[in-house]
């Protein structure tokens, strides 16, 4: 069964520290990982993707996801996080054949000055 | 590229009525397009998939009568909410995908329904 896991509801950080959010997904063929961010009341923003090739992938706003297979994880990285990146976070799994998603519960980040 | 558009972006409406969102492929032919819900402080769940010219698949638990899918065109789906309730109050997003596969993962900007 398909299923992905995003163990913290909700992270704290200082403007200017490092983030990870944490994602370990289930699926029963060869994955497609994705991030995407959404802010109050707004849709969602594609933050980056994997599908096959190199394992760390570099997204958009200076974010970096790494596919680890061993792991089933593909968790999002940021150095320096900026208070406009405070937002909701999903990581979602999907795979060839079907374009539908499956998504995590989410990760609430606020970002503190 | 791959831009979709939903409207409207928000809307209330009276229990009982009928509400029609919009979702549109701008720039490519959308031969299947997803419907999700979100519940506040929830993830998003597949409500339907719609393949152009086709009838609409929902997943387990939808109701296909009260949530009334069109995809009449390659650019075009509807998602009709049949006789509105409150507990259908939530955020709906669609996101659309061409033949080959390409550009499933690109979601419109989503709309919030209250039914009062």
């Known amino acids: 069964a398909q299923s992905v896991t995003q163990p913290d509801i909700h992270i704290t950080v200082s403007e200017g520290a490092s983030l990870e959010l944490r994602c370990n997904y289930s699926y029963g063929a060869t994955p497609y990982l994705f991030w995407y961010v959404q802010s109050p009341g707004q849709g969602l923003q594609l933050l980056l993707k994997?599908?096959?090739?190199?394992?760390l992938v570099q997204g958009i706003k200076g974010f970096e996801a790494e596919f680890k297979r061993s792991q089933s994880s593909f968790n999002l990285r940021k150095p320096s996080v900026h208070w406009s990146d405070a937002a909701e976070y999903f990581c979602a799994v999907g795979g060839t054949g079907a374009n539908n998603l499956f998504f995590g519960t989410g990760t609430r980040l606020t970002v503190i000055p | 590229g791959a831009v979709v558009s939903q409207h409207p972006s928000w809307v209330i409406c009276k229990s009982g009525t009928s509400v029609k969102i919009e979702c549109r492929s701008l720039?490519?032919?959308?031969?299947?397009m997803f419907w999700y819900r979100q519940f506040p402080k929830q993830s998003l769940m597949l409500m339907a998939t719609?393949?152009?010219?086709?009838?609409?698949?929902?997943e387990q638990g939808v109701e296909k009568d009260k949530f009334l899918i069109n995809h009449a065109s390659l650019t075009l789906s509807t998602l009709t909410v049949t006789s509105a309730h409150p507990e259908d109050s939530s955020f709906y997003i669609c996101s659309a995908s061409d033949r080959g596969g390409s550009y499933g993962y690109t979601f419109g900007s989503g709309t919030r329904l209250t039914v009062v």
């Open positions: 994997y599908f096959s090739g190199d394992t």
């Open positions: 720039d490519f032919q959308a031969t299947t």
């Open positions: 719609s393949n152009e010219g086709s009838k609409a698949t929902y």
